[in-house]
């Protein structure tokens, strides 16, 4: 945003959980199918943000936004369908969600729009900050308090311009320890090869412990759990990097059964920030109203039936270390793996693979490995 310019801000928290739906499982494929390498993914998220603009929204915005999100026609009912399934994401306390929708200072937030939000959905703050540094400095401090320190930045590097009516952007992280973590001892840097099958050298975790797996002819599947709650991360390793995307088709609709074993698993510290920008996707997916002069976003703005979606960008973020899904110190372990196991098992992740991370209810995360780093500097 320029010096000169005003804006104004509107913040939002917004928690909520279900199966990979339609709308879901619909915006996944088309980020896949954008992402050339590493990515990873919550449509969840995408959906929260999606849903948020809904209730805003007014006339036929509204009807076309409800078709392909496939949302109740009452907009209040969605706000509480949201308010009830936030009792089981609270289950997992390592959840971040962080949507923020940037305005222009030609608008103003409806206040009817704001206690709905306040009453059914969480938090909702709107301000008018005049100065450039001033809204960063509150969106940084929001952002500490709702996500980790790494993710603060998409919020302050988006700058609205003189030009835009309001750009959408959504966020999300999670930060969780392993049910069984990785000791340090064993981390050694190992051949990983990526999908040239040019290896590079890798901190390659390993550790025997007892894990749900399954084989399949496609290659092979493990859940690793984690702890304090039902979550759990299952990674799909092909047999060959050619099969990579057959086991992400698998991983989409995952539904095989698992056996419990003793395993022992060889999985690569890696790090995955990804960024898409998500316009032309959803509106090939029929949301086209919202990003014309046409829309009406007056449940939202006042003055609402001249703005537009300028933008909708989508953030994940996610580091795996030896504690579990952190960016900070791993905690003390909670589990140690067994010393001695029979009939081993071998899960060595040492060329692409996928991942998702889950609980019986719905999937938060999905994700690919692709390309790593090498951690030898010739």
């Not at 750009?167 to 990983?192: C, D, H, N, P």
Request: glycine share 6%.
């Amino acid at each position: 945003m320029r010096e000169n310019s005003k804006m104004k801000y509107f913040v939002l928290l917004l928690m909520a959980t279900s199966v990979l739906g339609r709308f879901k499982q619909n915006i996944l494929e088309m980020v896949m199918a954008k992402a050339e390498n590493n990515f990873i993914v919550s449509p969840l998220c995408i959906e929260i943000g999606m849903s948020m603009l809904f209730i805003g929204a007014k006339g036929k915005t509204a009807e076309e936004l409800r078709s392909v999100l496939d949302l109740p026609v009452d907009m209040t009912e969605v706000a509480r369908n949201y308010e009830k399934v936030l009792a089981n994401l609270q289950k997992h306390n390592g959840f971040r969600f962080a949507n923020r929708l940037y305005v222009n200072d030609a608008y103003e937030i409806n206040q009817d729009y704001n206690n709905i939000m306040n009453n059914t959905m969480g938090k909702a703050h709107a301000g008018n900050p005049s100065l450039r540094s001033r809204p960063i400095h509150s969106i940084s401090f929001a952002v500490q308090r709702q996500t980790h320190r790494k993710m603060r930045t998409i919020f302050n590097e988006h700058e609205l311009q003189a030009n835009e009516s309001a750009a959408l952007v959504t966020a999300v992280q999670y930060i969780g320890a392993w049910k069984t973590m990785f000791e340090k001892r064993s981390t050694k840097l190992k051949k990983f090869y990526g999908d040239n099958n040019k290896p590079v050298y890798v901190r390659m975790m390993s550790h025997v412990g007892r894990f749900r797996t399954a084989d399949q002819s496609y290659g092979q599947v493990i859940e690793l759990p984690f702890s304090d709650s039902n979550l759990s991360m299952i990674i799909g390793l092909p047999l060959h990097n050619s099969y990579l995307s057959s086991i992400e088709q698998r991983l989409r609709t995952f539904s095989e059964s698992l056996e419990e074993t003793d395993v022992h698993v060889e999985l690569p510290k890696f790090e995955i920030e990804f960024s898409t920008e998500l316009v032309e996707p959803l509106k090939k997916l029929g949301i086209h109203l919202l990003f014309s002069n046409n829309s009406d976003l007056s449940g939202l703005l006042t003055n609402g039936t001249s703005a537009k979606i300028s933008n909708v960008v989508h953030k994940s973020s996610i580091e795996i270390d030896e504690g579990g899904v952190s960016t900070g110190e791993a905690a003390e372990p909670t589990e140690y793996p067994p010393k001695k196991a029979k009939a081993l098992v071998s899960f060595n992740v040492n060329r692409p693979f996928a991942f998702l991370i889950r609980d019986k209810h719905a999937v938060y995360f999905r994700g690919r490995v692709v390309q790593l780093p090498n951690e030898i500097r010739f």
